[in-house]
DNA sequence: TATGAATGAGCATTCATTCAT
DNA sequence: AATGAATGAATGCTCATTCAT
């Protein structure tokens, strides 16, 4: 029993060493992008060796997916809270709406969102064409579970959920590339998704 | 005499060779994008030596945001011309939603899209950044200009105008973003585009 | 007595291991010759740990050093047994040369004559050159050993029996350089050993 | 006609840029062997940058083949001569082979051989395999020509001349393998030279 | 004006060896 | 006795920029 604790224990040790060099690194995509992080700044800010960070991952590519993996699980998960919990939808959607603005608004230089551009614009090869449609598709499938709340609630039409889903993610991501050059205004997130509230078929 | 039209034909060959450098640069960017790009891509290219660049552009960032200024004033020229004789908004509306689809689902590869976003990311100071902005305030007018258009025939209503161009300005940038991961299906564009001329307020 | 065999018992089960790591090691020497053969490369092949295996063993040079003085030990006793029973020297001569011919020819690949040479080439330390000797003080030894049997046996002349065997040494060696680059014929192998045997003083 | 001579003159000394790396470079090999020496040793002797060298060749592999190659062509050539001049075949082989001896037995260490050797056995691809056949090619090519003097001089029959040619290279291979070891001495050298020379078939 | 040879800082990655447990 | 996580020195190679001619 001690043996198989003991065992358990380096395990949980090496996870944690793990997520320790994820949030590290994480910090570190956050203030540089993708591109200008090299190994040597991972590193420096976790405090390992040079070859000690290769015994938990091969690349700061592999890093980086595994950041962006954990990362966009958890807006999915808050919205199926909140479809467990029936939330009204238009408490749900609201919040949703707030949270975009907010982000694009305020926390664009310390998000991942530049990071996760200038890897997408970079990695054209089959593996990573797939993993960038996983997470497009996990964006449409939180916004598609958001609307499916509404119209379970009798708020709103079943009609067109997918075209309408998609035209938000489309939205939000041409919002994003705008945000990032410095270029939007409150006004503007305000008035493109005051045109989209009206746009969803309440019943 | 002949000393200043000697030193005007030297003028003209200096811009001739800068021209020539645009050219063959812009041919680099659409193959490679703008990050892969070296110096040695384009001297290779353009059949110049390599010191000789530098005595017309001071780096790749200069030939670059030079090829996209040039390539940008196409545009809103075509929509002027239009505009000038009065073709009927509907057409002039129609061509403009097919030239994107066009481009969104055959060009992306041998376009400057990719060339375009990787410059965009990977540049936050203020003057790349008021370049960026720049561009989109182009695109923005661009469709404005169009919109007004069908104002003046009476075929839309004059209302928020603005907020409309903007809203197909970040689809269309959506929509980009995912055509450049390959994610991007025909169906898609048609649906997006059918959303958007529904609510185009026609009289 | 129970300590002393419980001790011996230890002693064995090191002595097991110690051969385990041997075995396995040679077969990584035989597939990837020596220069390509890391500590890991042995490691994974033996199930052992990281650190276990430097209890058994100082350096990779060192395992593979063992590794050829159990093999060379072969030869030679193979020989010593014919001698022993007095084999007609031809028999023990044509399969000798038999066997040199198919190792030649058929499993250069699968033995260890790339890692030999890898490792003599590499290694100038007094040590090794005495290690290097032995070995191929080994060889002439075998050799000369086959030669004596003939003479015993009255069907050769004792005349320059140490130039010959070394004759035969030095030209398989050479016969064993060429094989490894591939470019050696069975004719060519042939020819050789035809031409050796008619220089053998037959009486 | 200035330019031109320019332009020669540009050549010649890019030219002579590269000879000088050979010659620095084959000084590394012949103190280091080829497994040892890196692109940085080279550098150093070499008293160029480290981008510099790469202008020239593309790693140490090139740098050594083309080594090789200026050193081969060199006894193939001196051989050739002493045929043009009908040099007597006796002078001619003895020659040759007291030259081999020197080799073998004074100036192994600040010879090229080792680095021959090393080079030979890490280096598997056809390419390379190509490459080191043709470098025994010339080897036999080589004492071919000068037995075919004989022949051409009456002094020796011309049968299985090939076959002779062929195990004076594997002998002169095997010596060396050995001197490598620093096993040989110089009665064994005379020996077997003695007894190839025994095998000549003279008129 | 034009050339292109030369520079050297910067980065990813491997691996033998150690040592706390 | 055995483990395996951690270390960090070492190396090949690229590329923007300079400068002598």
Redesign the interface.
Known sequence: MNFLMAKLTNQQRKENKRQSILENAKRVFQRK?F?DVTMADIITETQISRGGIYLYFKSVDEIFIEVLKQRNSHSLDNINDEVEHNTPFEDVFNEYLQNQKDRLLNHIEDSLL?AV??F???HKSPTS?QF??EQ?AMIKQTILTMLKLGVSQSKLDDQ?LI??S??L???????S??S????LTEQ?VD??F??INQ?IPRV
């Open positions: 992008g591109l530049r551009y200038e997408y614009f970079t064409r960038q449609q497009f067109q075209p309408l998609e035209q993610m489309f939205l939000i991501e041409g919002l590339v705008l990032l050059t410095g270029g503007q008035q493109q005051a045109l746009r």
